[in-house]
């Protein structure tokens, strides 16, 4: 936990760093922590995909199916939106 402080402390603006700690915190049972870093995440960069994925996870840990089935409904069609981008690249 304590290298991805420092990531952010060295470059705040990481989406993927917040993405990944805060899957980290969910890890350690600190599922508001892991919530805030996540949305960071989502709030510097709504198109990352993964961490729509992580705050599914941490959304079905915490009793919210639903959030969480939105969330890898969202991830899903980011993904195949990209997979088609490539195609046409």
Do not use: E, W
């Not at 993927?16 to 049972?29: A, E, I």
């Not at 079905?60 to 690249?89: E, V």
Request: aromatic letters at 6%; one cysteine or more.
């Amino acid at each position: 936990m304590d290298d991805f402080s420092r990531a952010l402390m060295l470059n705040p603006t990481d989406a993927v760093t917040y993405s990944n700690r805060g899957r980290l915190r969910f890890h350690s049972c600190d599922r508001d922590g892991a919530l805030a870093d996540i949305n960071k995440a989502l709030d510097l960069n709504p198109d990352l995909s993964d961490a729509y994925i992580n705050r599914s996870i941490v959304r079905f840990g915490s009793g919210d199916k639903r959030g969480a089935i939105q969330d890898l409904d969202y991830a899903m069609a980011a993904q195949r939106k990209h997979q088609q981008a490539l195609k046409t690249a």
